[in-house]
């Protein structure tokens, strides 16, 4: 069993409404949903291109997945997640947008946002304490060769290679497109997330995520609001 750490809008959200019928699941619910028909692809491709982050759930990844350590307990790691949450003031990404990382589409952040740095980095570092080491073949599944020395030295640090100064905020919608192929479908994701897209996210609290066994949908364990930011005046 792993968990993690992400974002994603709360259930009923209107994103979250719009994103788990893109993907054709919901993770608050762990239920598959009919994906509707997407010009200029058939129904076969858009159930394929969507498979890898489907298993996910609409996510941001803030703490990648992880074994939790000896001593440590869900129940702990739920203590710590309601601390963290009570703890931590909910704020905007000032604007978000449909982007690609290489052939990955995604929701993204129109530029690098210091206040989301500094926030994905205290997830990174306030839930380090719950993660067991990773083995050896988790270690050989992220490729440390095709890494970065300094990817190499956060994945040995943190367990995940794109954290800190490398961490890139991304909310994954499609697995790898075809370079024929991506214009169309950016055509499609930018209808789709019209009404969410250069606009302002709020992150607004955050999930507790978990995979029953390697290879299982993640499901929303627990999801809690962050704590409201004070008025001005207040």
Known sequence: MRYAIYFTPPQGHA???AASSWLG?????NESIDQAPIAGFSQEEIKGLTAEPRRYGFHATLKAPFSLK???TQESLMDGFQEFCTNTVAFDIPKVVVGQLGPFFAVVPDQV???LQ???TSVVQFFERFRAPLSDADMARRKPEKLSERQRQLLEQWGYPYVMEEFRFHMTLTGPVDAAQSPAMRDALENTFADFTHGALPVSGLGLFVEESRGAPFTILRWLPLRAAR???N
Do not use: Q
């Not at 699941?25 to 619910?29: I, P, S």
């Open 15 to 17: 994103l979250t409404v």
């Open 113 to 115: 946002y210091p206040a």
């Open 118 to 120: 500094d926030f994905t």
């Open 70 to 72: 000896d001593g440590e």
């Open 231 to 233: 008025s001005p005046g």
């Open 25 to 29: 699941r919901d993770a608050f619910f």
